[in-house]
């Protein structure tokens, strides 16, 4: 997926926006921040996640 910008990290091109849910296997408005880390992640709709992967692992370790 493409890396989040510092300036502004919300802030996403379509072509970006397109990217993610091609690689994430979702539509695009079901893309969403990570509640931890900000990352572009499936974050609405049916079976979401409010964290990403790699922060489910670090919180799920504790």
Same mark, same amino acid.
């Given at each position: #997926?493409?890396? &989040? *910008?510092?300036?502004? !990290? #919300? =802030?996403?091109?379509?072509?970006? @926006? ?6 994430? %296997?979702?539509?695009?408005?079901? =893309? %969403? !921040?990570?509640?931890?880390? %900000? &990352? =572009?992640? *499936? *974050?609405?709709? @049916? $079976? +979401? +996640? #409010?964290?990403? %992967? ?6 799920? $370790? *504790?």
């Amino acid at each position: #997926m493409p890396a &989040q *910008r510092a300036r502004n !990290p #919300m =802030l996403i091109t379509a072509v970006e @926006r397109a990217a993610a849910s091609t690689a994430l %296997g979702c539509p695009p408005w079901e =893309l %969403g !921040p990570c509640a931890e880390c %900000g &990352q =572009l992640m *499936r *974050r609405y709709g @049916r $079976d +979401a +996640a #409010m964290f990403c %992967g790699v922060c489910r692992a670090v919180l799920n $370790d *504790r």
